[in-house]
């Protein structure tokens, strides 16, 4: 099983701020086979990237993904108040996928 | 717009069952895989099971296998998870999601991924 280790645990930023999120895995993931959900409060996770760096529908081009092989990094450009949420990474290139347990970014 | 919204959650005790259902709008279901995916205390996101779009194929996580079974009525565009011989690790909320794949080959698809969730219904498992 492929094991997904976010840093940093909690992340406290202003608004306009740039964030960096990382996601390390055990092993190589497959193709870059590696996505990006973003979880607020009382809400369900919500696809951001996928494929470590193709942003889903709708999704604001504030946020990049990039990566490949074991070392994968979530970039929201200028945070806005909206952002403020916890990351979670996720790889489906092996037989068990599995997630990341988390990054909480935090206003300042 | 897409919505699914989940029901049948509750307090079960160990050894017990539970059906959980989802009901799906906005997309033309049929053409989707789906799948549950739960969210734990301990053990955090956790994939469950999935389904193709036409029923005929399912997938489950090793923790779950000979004991959940998904199906799917493109009919009523319904989603539903049989949960038997729970346990108190399955404590969690689940949530139904449309899911992508990473590719498919054989008949048989592989690397699933979220692009749509539900807001989840909580099975909590106890005495």
């Known amino acids: 099983e492929i094991v997904l280790t976010q840093s940093p645990g909690t992340l406290s930023l202003s608004p306009g701020e740039r964030a960096t999120l990382s996601c390390r895995a055990s092993?190589?993931?497959?193709?870059?086979?590696l996505a990006w959900y973003q979880q607020k409060p009382g809400q369900a996770p919500r696809l951001l990237i996928y494929?470590?760096?193709s942003r889903a529908a709708g999704i604001p081009d504030r946020f990049s993904g990039s990566g490949s092989g074991t070392d994968f990094t979530l970039t929201i450009s200028r945070l806005e108040p909206e952002d403020f949420a916890v990351y979670y990474c996720?790889?489906?290139?092996?037989?068990?996928?599995?997630f990341g347990q988390g990054t909480r970014l935090d206003i300042k | 717009e897409v919505q699914l919204v989940e029901s049948g959650g509750g307090l079960v005790q160990p050894g017990g069952s539970l059906r959980l259902s989802c009901a799906a709008s906005?997309?033309?279901?049929?053409?989707?895989?789906m799948s549950w995916v739960r969210q734990g205390p301990r053990k955090g996101l956790e994939w469950v099971s999935a389904?193709?779009?036409?029923?005929?194929?399912?997938y489950y996580a090793d923790s779950v296998k000979g004991r959940f079974s998904i199906s799917r009525d493109n009919s009523k565009n319904t989603l539903s998870l049989e949960m038997n011989s729970l346990r108190a690790e399955d404590t969690a909320l689940y949530y139904c999601?449309?899911?992508?794949?990473?590719?498919?080959?054989?008949?048989?698809?592989?690397?699933?991924?979220?692009?749509?969730w539900g807001q989840g219904t909580l099975v909590t498992v106890s005495s």
């Open positions: 906005g997309f033309t279901f049929s053409t989707y895989a």
């Open positions: 999601a449309k899911t992508r794949w990473a590719y498919c080959s054989g008949g048989s698809c592989y690397g699933p991924y979220f692009d749509d």
């Open positions: 996720q790889q489906y290139g092996s037989s068990r996928l599995t």
């Open positions: 389904i193709s779009g036409g029923g005929t194929t399912t």
């Open positions: 092993q190589s993931v497959s193709s870059s086979y």
């Open positions: 494929g470590a760096s």
